[in-house]
């Protein structure tokens, strides 16, 4: 398919427009294929705006392999919600495909309840592949598992432990003062006043430095754990499993917000921390002019290091450090290892074989082909058996344009692979911060009583609590209406959401404790 009528594809959909063809759409293997049986997918096409899955090798290959003519069809990410989101709960057969790759992880079951997607629970004994992953993994069995018993999605996963969200430090400016990474909140703003004061960058002016550069999506995860709060996620079970939400906790919600206001009210925290973007901090670094990050691992090496001339890649400029303690001992937030979702969709006319193909693109053979790519062409296989990527491979954009861990099929990231992309102090580094990790609050599904209850007051809650933040962080609003903000909550129905949280975290407990 040529990007052009994919475009219009997507065009036609937003439009409106239902009558779209499937035939003409991706179809690997044409002419040779006749006796192939076809079966269709709809999925999020790669994020980078100059690559098309369409015409990667990696899906190529994988195609190619399953015995199946399939028939892709790729649709932007940018898009992707909300025209898929759209098809499915319309159940537009027209537009949909025999499997779909799912807008969202569908947290309030509204397409299991729209009937679109079959449970796959009848077709295990054709999804060898499949079956095996649920018995080595009872954690994300439990999360697919829906209140009566059914499994309608097959995952894709990322890492859970390794590479994930962490403060960086910028280690020629520690060098210049023989600072010590802080390991506390009172270490940690001592430092801050010094980048600030003074000419860190030793450009003959002591005002440009901007001591630290955080958006605001990642200040939860750098300050919340210090205070005992897992904010990232919002709801989370402390050491004797009570949940609690962390937006609703009298004392130390109120000391973290006083906190980062005082940060704010110093100058350490800049005053247009909201609107900040990784591409400023990326322009930072480059001009060499700040000296705390926090950040995906992943860009400590890759991108952030990589702006500065000095940079060889074996000795870091910005290097991770650990999380930052305060009135309790600091800890990363990791994530779920859910991040998608692929379903056989009812108006498939040959599930089983479409369960076959679905099996087939999440076993291990395939696997290998997402982390690794091509073999002779992204990696070779030492004597040793240990692959290694090629010289090639180190330059990014070829190998996304191959295909390289694609977001359009059930994939699970790779701990050993994503080492190896990785100059070796990155991997070390990652290696020493994986202590400091904590899983966060398990995926798992509402029942319809809980639903019910809901009504929609979580959507509401955690859009006022991000809100009103911003407003105590900022100082809009004075720290003595805490106690009014409370009672918003309250009225809000924040209670039975936690008591609903409750139930759902003793559920999730109970069928680990079936499995185990
Ligand atoms: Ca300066």
Redesign the pocket.
């Given at each position: 398919m040529k990007r052009g009528s994919l475009r219009k594809y997507v065009l036609m959909i937003l439009a409106g427009a239902v009558c779209i063809s499937v035939t003409g759409c991706g179809q690997f293997n044409a002419g040779k294929s006749s006796q192939k049986k076809s079966i269709s997918i709809l999925a999020k096409n790669s994020w980078y705006s100059n690559v098309d899955y369409l015409e990667s090798e990696v899906i190529g290959k994988v195609s190619e392999d399953s015995g199946y003519n399939v028939q892709w069809r790729f649709i932007q990410p940018a898009n992707y919600y909300d025209v898929v989101r759209k098809l499915l709960l319309t159940k537009d057969s027209d537009n949909l495909a025999d499997i779909v790759q799912l807008p969202d992880l569908d947290m309030n079951m509204d397409y299991i309840q729209a009937e679109v997607f079959i449970p796959l629970d009848n077709y295990l004994d054709l999804m060898p592949n499949f079956s095996r992953y649920l018995d080595e993994n009872p954690g994300i069995k439990a999360s697919l598992t829906t209140e009566d018993g059914h499994i309608y999605y097959v995952p894709q996963t990322v890492l859970t432990q390794n590479y994930q969200p962490c403060i960086m430090y910028n280690t020629e400016w520690l060098k210049r003062f023989q600072l010590e990474q802080p390991k506390t909140l009172d270490e940690f703003v001592n430092m801050l006043r010094i980048f600030k004061e003074n000419?860190?960058?030793?450009?003959?002016?002591?005002?440009?430095?901007i001591p630290m550069s955080v958006t605001n999506e990642f200040l939860p995860y750098m300050f919340g754990p210090a205070f005992g709060l897992d904010l990232v996620n919002g709801f989370y079970a402390d050491e004797n499993g009570t949940v609690h939400y962390a937006y609703y906790e009298e004392e130390n919600y109120k000391a973290y917000l006083t906190f980062l206001n005082q940060l704010y009210e110093e100058g350490l925290l800049e005053k247009d921390y909201e609107t900040l973007t990784r591409d400023d901090i990326t322009g930072r670094c480059a001009s060499d002019?700040t000296g705390v990050i926090f950040d995906y691992s992943w860009q400590m090496s890759t991108l952030y290091s990589a702006q500065y001339d000095e940079y060889n890649g074996t000795t870091p400029v910005f290097s991770g450090g650990v999380p930052l303690s305060g009135s309790y001992e600091g800890y990363y937030v990791g994530r779920n290892a859910i991040s998608g979702f692929f379903g056989i969709t009812v108006f498939c006319g040959e599930p089983q074989e479409a369960a076959k193909l679905l099996d087939y693109i999440m076993g291990e053979e395939c696997q290998e082909t997402y982390c690794w790519g091509i073999e002779g062409r992204s990696y070779t296989t030492g004597s040793d058996g240990k692959k290694r990527f090629t010289s090639q491979a180190a330059d990014d954009m070829w190998l996304q344009k191959l295909g390289i861990n694609p977001g359009c099929v059930p994939s699970h990231q790779s701990v050993e692979a994503s080492d190896a992309l990785l100059p070796e102090w990155h991997s070390r580094v990652d290696k020493w911060l994986v202590k400091y990790v904590r899983s966060p609050f398990p995926f798992i599904y509402s029942t319809s009583d809980e639903l019910a209850l809901d009504k929609g007051y979580s959507n509401y809650i955690s859009q006022y609590v991000v809100q009103q933040a911003d407003s105590f962080i900022t100082g809009k609003s004075d720290i003595e209406s805490f106690d009014w903000y409370m009672q918003t909550l309250e009225n809000m129905n924040i209670k039975e959401m936690i008591e609903i949280k409750q139930k759902q975290y003793d559920r999730y407990q109970a069928m680990m404790q079936n499995v185990n």
């Open positions: 000419d860190m960058n030793q450009n003959g002016d002591s005002s440009d430095e002019e």
